[in-house]
């Protein structure tokens, strides 16, 4: 079983605008379920009036092979209004995953999202113990 097959854990990433914006990094968590996937983000906000806040998003959507496929709802009342969907693929090692995000008639840009050091090695030592 590689890293593709589950993608649960934490995740580093950017997500880039168009039109010049500044990329814009965030912390995902996903949940794995036989290809369903859910989770939670967070990133700093972008906003001028908001500098300082964290924006909270969930995440539902699906794994299919190395196709990957979400919509990111935020919880704040201002930004609740929009989804974004995210397409992507995941790398085979199952340690990357990149492609675009869009908010249909809105604006669209690209994201790439690492996964956080440790489930490399803690899949390696299951495998080790399993083996001997």
């Given at each position: 079983?590689?890293?593709?097959?589950?993608?649960?854990g934490g995740?580093?990433?950017?997500?880039n605008?168009?039109?010049?914006?500044?990329?814009?990094?965030?912390?995902?968590?996903?949940?794995?379920?036989?290809?369903?996937?859910?989770?939670?983000?967070?990133?700093?906000?972008?906003?001028?009036?908001?500098?300082?806040?964290v924006?909270?998003?969930?995440?539902?959507?699906?794994?299919?092979?190395?196709?990957?496929?979400?919509?990111?709802?935020?919880?704040?009342?201002?930004r609740?209004?929009?989804?974004?969907?995210?397409?992507?693929?995941v790398?085979?090692?199952?340690?990357?995953i990149?492609?675009?995000?869009?908010?249909?008639?809105?604006?669209s840009?690209?994201f790439?999202?690492?996964?956080?050091?440790?489930?490399?090695?803690?899949?390696?030592?299951?495998?080790?113990?399993?083996?001997?």
């Amino acid at each position: 079983m590689s890293g593709a097959d589950d993608l649960s854990g934490g995740w580093d990433g950017i997500f880039n605008y168009p039109r010049g914006y500044r990329p814009n990094a965030f912390t995902a968590t996903l949940r794995d379920a036989g290809g369903f996937l859910t989770g939670e983000t967070t990133e700093p906000s972008q906003d001028q009036c908001d500098r300082n806040a964290v924006l909270h998003a969930w995440l539902e959507g699906r794994r299919d092979g190395t196709a990957v496929m979400f919509v990111k709802s935020y919880d704040d009342p201002k930004r609740a209004h929009y989804a974004v969907h995210y397409d992507g693929s995941v790398t085979p090692d199952g340690n990357e995953i990149n492609g675009r995000w869009n908010i249909p008639g809105v604006w669209s840009g690209t994201f790439i999202m690492v996964r956080k050091a440790g489930k490399t090695e803690e899949a390696e030592q299951k495998i080790a113990e399993t083996i001997r």
